[in-house]
Structure formats: C-alpha cells, structure tokens
C-alpha cells in the first residue's frame, strides 16, 4: 500500500505554470505540523484566545486513528470511525465485483451486522511517545556507508522489539524527526478487523472528479466510516470526539490532527534541485504515461472502467500532486528564498568555531551525495525501489522472496522489518482473501518492464537478465497468467518455502523475482551505502545547525506520524479575486452538467427536493496539511469534529517545500454537510443517533 | 503535416539524464549546417584535402530534394528519390489497408507502372537564392506588435508572389536565418505527383524499435524510394547524384545535403530557460500520457496495431529527441558555457557606443517577452497552436473555416498564407483521397479536449464555449462519428463556403471549430503581438550583435531550408568506451531476439544464406544534422551518393543547442547495404539497373 496522498484544483496546472502562486512568506502564522509532544500551545492560546492544553491534547490524541495511507478519527463509542471516502474507496473496489458495484452505488448496510471487514485494513492508536534519540545516534557512531545503515536499523529494531515484543495488537515504530535531529518511538494500539460501515457513491465524494481535484470552491461528500472490531464485537471507545453537526464560522479557529505523509521543508537546495532536475519529471513522465495507458484501458468495457476508477484516482491524485510541488521548484523567487535560509544558516555555522568543530560543513557533503543519487537512481529506482511499477503480483512476489531469505538468516542478521513478529504480520496479510484487477497488474508489469529496457537500454545486462528473450507485453501476459499468486492459500503456501523450494516452485512471477533479486539488492546496498546512510549523516547535522542557530521551537518535515496543525476557518484572495470559505449543498446542482465527471449522484438528483441548500458543504482553512492527511478530524476549540479534512487548494501543493499563510489552504467537508446526507439523501436514522443527532 | 523529427539511443534516458554527455567544446571543427551560398569552402578543403567548388555545390543542391518533413536526392536520371523508409511510411501506410498490410510487408512494385501516388506528398528542388533582407526589414520598420507582425507578413507575401505567382510548379519561401539577421527567397521547382517506387519491410527499416532508436550500433534498412512524375511519366533528371555501392572508410570526408528542421543555437538565456521549465516539460508529459493511450489502443487487435504504427513511431520519436534535448537545458555546465557566451556578446556591445546605440539591450527585451510568453503561452497553446491535438479532422475543419474567412476579405487585407494561390492549393490538395484512422483521431481529440480542460480548468469561459455541457470523450465520440470531413468530395463542398453557409452545414467539426475560432484568432494575435512579433525584433538585434562581435563567417540556426554539413566518417569514444564507425549485416542476425521489436524482417530471415554479413549497414559520421535531415544524400568528396542519413547517435540530442564535436554522430545506411538488400534480400532487378548497379 502506498501512502495515500490527498485528494484535493486543476488550476494548478494553469496557474502555477505561469511562476504565480507558491510564494512563502515570513509570517509563521499558522504554519507548521507540530508534534504532540511540542506543540505551541501558549502562542495558539493568545493568537486565537483558545484555552488549549495538554489533557485537550490528550484527549485528541487518544481519538486520532492511522489508517493505511490516511489519516481517521473516532466518533462514536462503538468504534465508529470517520475518514475520506477516498480513503476507504479500495475497500470498497474490494468489496464489490462485476454484479455488485458498491463504487457506483454506495455502501449502506442496514444493520451493524452487514458491515464487512476490509482486506488488508489496520487502525492504530497513538498511545505513547518515548525519546530514543541518543540510542539511535550511538549506534552509527564512527561508521559510514553500508556499515551504518546497518547498525542503525538493528538499533530501530531493537527498539521497537524491547517494547512491543510479538504482540499483534501492538505497533512500535521509530520514527525520525527533524531529518535525524531527533527520534522517538511511537508506541500504538493496534486494530486489524477494520470493517465498512458506510460510503456514499463515488459520484457524491469526488464530484468534479480530477478537473476540480485540488481546486476550490468545491462540491465532496467526501467522507466514509469504518468500525474498528475485536473478537467479532465492535470495540468500546469512550475517548472519541464528539460529533458536532453544526458548520463553523469564518474566523473560528480550527485544528487537524492526522498524519501528513512527507515533506521537504527541510531539504538543502541541491537535494531540492536534484528533486526538481532529476526526480519530479521522470516521475510525472512517467506517471503520465501509465495515466494514458490505464484510462484508454478503462474506455474498453464497464468492467474495465469500474475496476481502474480507484488506480486512475490515485495516479491523477499523485500526478496533480508532484506538478504543483515541482511549479515551486522551478519559481526562482521561492528557491531564492530556500537560498537565502540557507546561507544565514550556513554563515552562522562557519562564523563560529565551536559549531563549526561540532557540525563541519553537512551542506558540502549533500552536495556531493547529490552527483552519486544522480548516477545511481535509474538503475535503482527502476529495479529495486519502484520494481513491479505497482503491480500487486510482482509486490508479494517480491516480498516472499524476500521473506524467505531473511528468514534463513540468524535473527540478529536480518535486514530492519523482518523480526519474527513481521514476518508472522506479513504471513495473516498474505493470506488474506481480495480481489486482484489483473488486468490492470498487467498493464502495470508491461509499464514498468517497457520502461526499465527505455532507461536502462536493452544492452544492459540486467535488463537482459529480467527480459530474457521475450517481449515486455509477451513476458507480462505470461506472468500473470501463470502466476498462482492471486490465491491466498498459494501464497500462504509459498511464504513457507525456503529461497530453493521458491526457486523450484514453477511460479513464473517468483521466478522473475528471484532473477533480479541479486542485481535489486545490490543496488540497494549501492544507494544505501552510498545515498541513504550518508543523508542520514549530513542531514542530522543539517537539523542540529537548525536548531543551533533558530532554536529549538521547530516543527519537524512530515513523516506519516500523528500531528496537529492549528488555524482558522478563512478563504483568500487571489490575483484580486477573493474565494469564500464556504460552499453551499445548493451549488452541487447549479454546477452539475449531466455529464462525466459533473453528474449528481443519484441519490442526490433523487432527493433533491429534500436537501436544505443552505447547508454549508465543504469549507477552506488556514491550516498547514498535506497527502496522508486525508480523513483526519477538523476539530474545533471545544474539541468537537466538525468536518473531515480531504484536500488543499492548488496553492497548498507548494507546501511540500513552504507554507504560504496567504493562499494555503486545507480543504474539507462538513459535519453539517454530512448529517444532512445521512438524514434526507441517504436516510440513515441508524448511524446518525450513533452519532447523537437525531 | 508537422516536420518528421530523425528516427534514432534510448540510453539518452539513462545517460543524459546523469547529467553527463552533452558539452560544448569550443572546438568548431564539424559544425555547422551552411546554406549553400555561405558555405566554408576553403577551410573544408584546407582540413579534408578536398576540392570542392562552387559548381560542385550547385551540383549537390540540384540534386537536393524536399518532401514533407524530411530530405532527399535524386538517384537517377528517371526521377527516382532515395530517402528514409520513416519519411515514405505514412504514405505506405495510406496505400494498405487491412487485407493488404504494405507496412509490414514492404512495397514492391514488379514494374514501373505500378508505383502508385502517396496522397498528399510533394517533392521541391531549390532553384534560386535571393537576398530581401532590406525589403523585409524596411517593411516592419517603426512597427510594434501585431501592426509589425502584420506588415511583414504582407511584406513577405508579396514577395513571393512576385517571383511564383499562382504557378503550381514553383514554391516560393521567405525563409528567416539567424533568427531575422538575414531574410532569403528560396524558389523551388516543385512537383506534386509523387509516387511510392519502393519500401522495405518496416521490421528490416525500423529493426530495434524505439529501444534502438538514436541508438548506435544499429541494424536499420531505413531507406525508402519515391518517384517524380509530371503528366504521367516519371520526370528526366539527368541532375542526379551518382549511386556508389561501395561502403565509406573510416577517416573519410562525407557531406551531408539536407533541411534540418529546427535548431535553437541562437536562442538567449532567458528563451533557452523558458523553454526548459514550461516548454518541453509540458511537451513531455503531455507526449508522454498520449503514447500511454495510442500503445494501449494498439495492443485492441490486429487492425488497431497496424494503423497505430506510425503514429506512435513518430511521437517516440519526439519524445526521445525532446527529452534528450532536455537533459542539455538542465545541465548546469552546459548552460554555463550559453551564458559565458552570451556575457561576452552583451558586453562587447555595452564596451561600444555605437554598437549600443544600433542594438540596445535586446536580451532585456527578450527577459521581458518571457514573462510575457509564460502568462499566455498554455491558452495560446491548447485553443490555438495545438488546437485539435493532431486530429486530422480537426485539423481539416480549421483550415476550412480560417480559409472560408479570409477568402471573404479583400486580397491585400488577408494573412500571409491565404493568397488566390494558396488557396487554390489547399483546394488540391484537401480534395485528394487519403485513409483516416478515425480511432486514432478520436484519441487525438479526447485527449486534447481533455488536457485543455485540465490545463486551462474547467472554470475557463473558453474551455465552457468549447465543451458545452458534453465530456471530452461524449463530443469527440459525437465529432466523429458525425462530420463528413472523410469525404474528399465533401471536403471540397465545404471549402468551397461562406462562413455563413459553413454555419448552416451541419457539421460538427466544423460547428466546433467555428465555436473556439474567436477565441483561437484573439490568442494569436495576443502571442504575435506579445511574443512573436516583439522576439522577432529583438532577435533581429541579437543577430546583428554577434554578426558585429562574431564576425559573418556563421552558419543560422536550422530552418527546414536546404543546408550542407561536412565531416568524415567516424565512430566516438564515451566514457572510456569505443564505439566503432560501422555495423555489419551479419550483427543485425546476432541481435534478433525473436521478440519485438528484434525479430528479423521476413524476407531477411528467409535469405540469411545468400546475405553478404561483411556488407557494411549503419554508419557514424562527424555531421552536424538534426530531425528534417532525415533521408539526406550522404555524399562523398567525389559527390556521389554513399548513405541516407537517419538518425543521429545520443549525444546528438542536445545538437538543438549546441554541437559537441567530440561525441555528436550522424548515423546513415550506406548504400552498400541497400545495394546488398535489393541483389539478396528483396530480389529487385530492375532498381539495381536504374541505379547503374548490375
């Protein structure tokens, strides 16, 4: 599973070309995604006179859910849980099939009982944050390369381990801050019966479809529900957050806690500029490609297209995302800016010995690091880091294969990730029953086969090993027709061999990884000793000159780790022309056309006459989010929900590397928006007393 | 018919991109595309040990042919041409059809009268040069913006006429150098029944697919043969190049005649960097995500692969020249040597009052006209420069709907291009019959449709006029299932319209093209009088600044028009890596896998035995050509034909800004293999007579 980024304005395409747009500021109002542990609370109070601390923090932590990709909320004390429709549509693609198309029509159980688990699906409770930082830094210190790669992630595992042992309703995770100034283990309660409880059609939660992804003013029912579940019974959850049905004013503060997946605010200008030069366009080249050749596949049938709805979303979605970030990269005003922080940085450094001493020059080693990524990413990324190029066949395969020989090894030699308890973690997920597009699995393996023979030429003698003889598209079609991978008691069965019996096993799609797994895991070994290890390193000494020289009261770059962003509920003003926060359920029929993607759901065009217009829909505010985010709670200074966060404007997408206060904005729907659906669109009595509104 | 680009290296994805290869030297040996009355006769034969002469230049340029998008020479006194297979494809392509696939089985005439016309193509052999460059200047003078535009038009209109009135036989162009340092009129004898003599089998002409393309080592027959014919019988050219069978050796001088296309030499910082971060960005992704849907259309069936052949040949073919013309802007060494230059050009002028009182600041100028360029290029682009997508249809409805318009005014008052002449013309031409794959333009259509909405958003009053209440994929499907546009005959009834009665047609390509043609016309003249017409005066002085630091003894940048390039067979040496001159028949034997797009030609697989292996194939020359040199007279100092030139090796990719004399390669097929072909593989007598080669 790859980390759902936001959904969220076409605009972006025209107006960011154009070098207008992304422009960061000085004022740090309302920027930042800030940690539980460090969060500003007495400049939030006196900003917005909110009476914030730290048992309100508490109490929002202990409410806030990570989810695969996404960010959810608690919202009843029935394990109900509140996130984007967008984020539980893979669910729902898995719950349907050619005859029952829950995409298209919603799902709706009437009873409890009806709600169906979603394959694959975790929800996880933050419940404590511990600092490891010294442990950690220790355990690389006077080693380079491979070697400290190696010795940090025995470390992490160990961690980890100490404190969540095997336990399967446990996670423990070491994450990193600050790019290594900092490290904590985020200890969580795990869930993994995840069941359904309701979704709206698709028409409803992404009205406008990819044009109006990204933009504002907008028409999104985007919202789901699941239920988390324990021994068959849904799991009691006092510590959730109350359900207030009511939209909020402009000017009222509001916050988002979730879990923004990644950012760069932190990146030096030559990691920026190889990001800009290197990485971004071979990225949207390619993202573009597969976009065509997956929507004129979904132009072939209906089944066709109803199976590739939720791949083409993702990979718009990504598309949109990365064109945004890389408008940003190519304003001179806004690298001048990173520029400019990061030679006062840097002199501050150089002016004083002591730092000087402790620190030496990180930029300089950065720098060089960029040349070596430079010359080893192709081959890297084509045959290790995105090898399968989303194929879900080719990613079991690989990651049997790699089980297997993990598992062969001494434990205190395995590779980070494959401790006992992760590879009894990874059998329960491979051995549970989901559909597989393998049409679209094709598509996908033929993609990434073709490519890796473009970039790397056919004369090169890995590419020759994975290919043999045959064709991309003939290799492809032989794959996926021969592998036994889409049956989960194969694969139950072949994560129980060793490294020969795979090899012995006749599956073509094992077979093909096995053939390139020598060459794939040396150009790991090859980018972690020469890339990833010596990042570590320089950008560690990188976040300890940032708070040597700005003080500790930083927010770190985003990690797929829960955060509270605070702000208030604003629209902006753009090239003269201001955008009201709010929109109005009455606008989802004036922009309707009747045609893809600006149709009315049917069960709004039905029940038009009893939907009150005025309801607010979907509101803009200031805070500072991004892709991960999706689902997480707006809540406001009381610490009621009052809407699901699910997009930025076009302006946002700048904020992977700089937070505009002008023309940044979070997008979401309402709470009010979404009782007003279950009440007169979608007649749900059951879920909105749950909710307590009648 | 947009300019054939060179078919030719993947590993320009892999290499360029690591930031390596193109590097100006300031070595300027080999450079240059000359025009025929500037060409460096002395220091050739100074460095070669030739003789050549101005007879022996009037001599090549007699022979010297022009078809559409590409080059080519006259190789007996009977009218026969010799270009590139991928120059004459299209209209192999337009002779099949599902029973009888010509693509696939190359076209081979048992006898003369057999050859049939290739709709639509024209050859023009260049006649007379003739310098106007004080009339064209004289014409713009005191003129800003679209009056300036207007008046030169006007200008070069009535040039042209002057010498080739309506005269079918002749062409006569204003043809631009150094970017408006310098105006010609090039008159041509023009002939437009063409007909198809002889094509290989694609698989032998096109051997390695795009994975090979700007490759070297190659095994490519890329050689194709046209025929001139005025009423009804082939034409007498006793003006033709002599056919030597016999392979170059290394070391040996070799001219290249021919009409690169386009090259931006000659461009500013400021121009070479807009393109870098808006241009060929755009360029790229948008190519990139159409390949995605015409590959996946082609995988439909038989029929959807046969049509879809050259279509997704040529967009190959541009992306791989644009995104390895690419990896040069975004090579910082490279842009540096561009700057350092332009510095000291600047400054020369700045060190002299009077140069400065001539010029003035024109790279200012051009700073400012990209701001300008940025903020309208995207409309400008997709309602107006690419309107339609390369649908052919639209395409035709455009020209009908501007021709109807500008019939209606008076002669003096209409846009260059709509004189009685032209319009008779496109009345020709537009009436002759050809196939249309109205699946492919269906694609074509959506997807610019789609893109536009995308690009420009859905908020767009353009794009709402545009659209209507249909989605892209409901109105393209409606286009074109309902416009007779197919119908030559109807293409002539609607050609033959008032605007009015164009209105009434009831055609739907034509209501759509008369519902953008408001908007289209306003963009144009916004770019012509915000972009064009001011780059053009501003490029005029840049050209007058380096002919006065310089000196005159350059060569302009490319411009479809009739050049010479000299230099001598010659393989490079790459990172420590040699790579030979020459291939050898035998090696295209060694490199056929069996799967596409390695599998050998049939008629190559069934005559393995008779085929001499030690025949020279491809080989690598010194030459400095890019895309429209495709299919040039290879010629040796003797001024006999030895090779057809098509492709240019990887390193020749960044030649659009700048020649590397140490790694830029021309790569031909020497006519010792095509003679080995027709004896051996394809058993073709009587074109081995003709070609004085028994």
């Known amino acids: 599973m790859s980390l759902r980024t936001l959904s969220a304005a076409t605009s972006v395409l025209a107006l960011a070309i154009a070098g207008i747009g992304i422009q960061p500021t000085p004022a740090r109002a309302d920027e930042g995604m800030w940690t539980f542990n460090n969060f500003p609370i007495a400049a939030v109070n006196a900003r917005y006179g909110t009476s914030i601390d730290q048992a309100w923090l508490d109490r929002i932590q202990n409410a806030a859910v ?51 688990q979603c394959p694959g699906q975790t929800a996880e409770i933050l419940t404590q944050i511990t600092d490891v930082t ?75 479809g990819d044009p109006d992804n990204f933009n504002f003013p907008r028409y999104a029912l985007d919202f789901g529900m699941l ?84 791949p083409i979303f993702g990979l718009e979605n990504s598309f949109k995302a990365t064109y945004g970030q890389q408008q940003a990269l190519l304003d001179p005003d806004f690298m001048q800016v990173k520029r400019d922080e990061e030679a006062r940085i840097r002199g501050a450094v150089e002016a004083d010995p002591d730092l000087t001493a402790r620190i030496g020059d990180p930029w300089a080693d950065l720098e060089a690091i960029q040349a070596r990524a430079t010359e ?23 990651q049997i294969v790699r089980a297997s020989k993990e598992r062969a090894k001494p434990a205190n030699e395995r590779r980070a990730g ?30 990434w086969l073709s490519k890796t023979r473009e970039y790397l030429t056919v004369d090169n003698a890995d590419v020759q090993r994975l290919l043999g003889r045959e064709s991309p598209e003939a290799l492809a079609a032989r794959l996926v027709s021969g592998t036994g991978l889409a049956d989960p008691a194969r ?32 150009l790991r070994a090859g980018w972690e000793a020469g890339v990833s290890g010596p990042t570590a390193r320089a950008a560690e000494k990188v976040a300890q000159a940032r708070f040597a020289v700005l003080g500790s009261n930083q927010y770190p770059d985003a990690t797929f780790s829960l955060r509270l962003s605070y702000g208030q509920v604003q629209g902006w003003t753009y090239r003269g022309t201001q955008v009201p926060a709010f929109t109005y359920m009455g606008g989802l029929y004036d922009r309707a056309t009747g045609s ?24 803009s505010s200031t805070n500072d989010i991004i892709g991960g985010n999706s ?46 659906a279950l009440r007169n669109v979608y007649d749900q009595p059951r879920l909105l007393a749950e909710l307590g509104v009648e």
Chains 1, 2 share one sequence.
């Open 376 to 398: 080893l990413y192709l081959p890297y990324r084509q045959l290790e880091a995105s090898a399968g190029g989303g194929s879900t066949l080719y990613s079991m395969a690989k």
């Open 66 to 116: 990570r989810i695969s990709g996404c960010s959810a909320s608690l919202v009843s004390g029935e394990g109900l849980i509140l996130t984007n429709h967008h984020c539980v549509v893979g669910c729902v693609q898995d719950l349907s099939d050619a005859q029952n198309d829950y995409v298209k029509n919603g799902w709706m159980p009437a009873t409890r009982e009806e709600e169906k």
């Open 491 to 522: 694969r139950g069965e072949l994560l129980a061999m060793t490294p020969e019996q795979l090899a012995a096993s006749g599956d073509p799609m094992i077979e093909l990884v096995l053939r390139n797994d020598d060459a794939a895991q040396a």
């Open 631 to 676: 689902g997480s709670p707006v809540i406001n200074a009381a610490g009621e929900v009052i809407g699901a966060a699910f997009d930025g404007n076009i302006h946002s997408l700048g904020g992977a590397f700089g937070y505009d206060a002008e023309l940044n904005r979070t997008v979401s729907v309402s709470t009010a928006a979404i009782t007003e």
């Open 418 to 447: 494959y401790s006992d308890g992760d590879l009894a973690n990874l059998a329960r997920r491979a051995t549970q029953a989901f559909p597989i597009a393998t049409d679209l699995d094709q598509i996908q393996l033929t993609f």
């Open 596 to 619: 893809q993607p600006f149709v009315l759901a049917q069960a709004f065009a039905d029940n038009e006459a009893k939907v009150n217009k005025e309801t607010v829909y979907d509101f």
């Open 227 to 310: 239920r988390i579940y324990e021994d068959g019974k849904p799991v009691e959850t006092p510590n959730h957050l109350t359900w207030n049905p009511n939209a909020p004013k402009e000017g009222d503060p509001v916050f988002v806690a979730g879990n923004p997946g990644s950012t760069s605010r932190l990146l030096t200008i030559s990691q920026l500029e190889r990001l800009r030069d290197q990485v971004q366009p071979l990225t949207l080249i390619q993202q573009s490609e597969l976009r065509g050749r997956m929507t004129q596949y979904s132009f072939t049938d209906e089944e066709a297209a109803r199976v590739a709805v939720d």
């Open 134 to 208: 010294d442990r950690v830094l220790a355990a690389g210190a006077g080693l380079e390369g491979a070697a400290f790669v190696q010795a940090r992630g025995a470390e992490t595992q160990a961690i980890q381990q100490e404190v969540c042992g095997d336990d399967v309703k446990l996670t423990c995770q070491v994450i990193s801050f600050y790019r290594g100034g900092q490290y904590a283990l985020y200890k969580f309660r795990k869930y993994e019966d995840v069941r359904l409880a309701f979704a709206p059609e698709f028409q409803a939660a992404f009205f406008g």
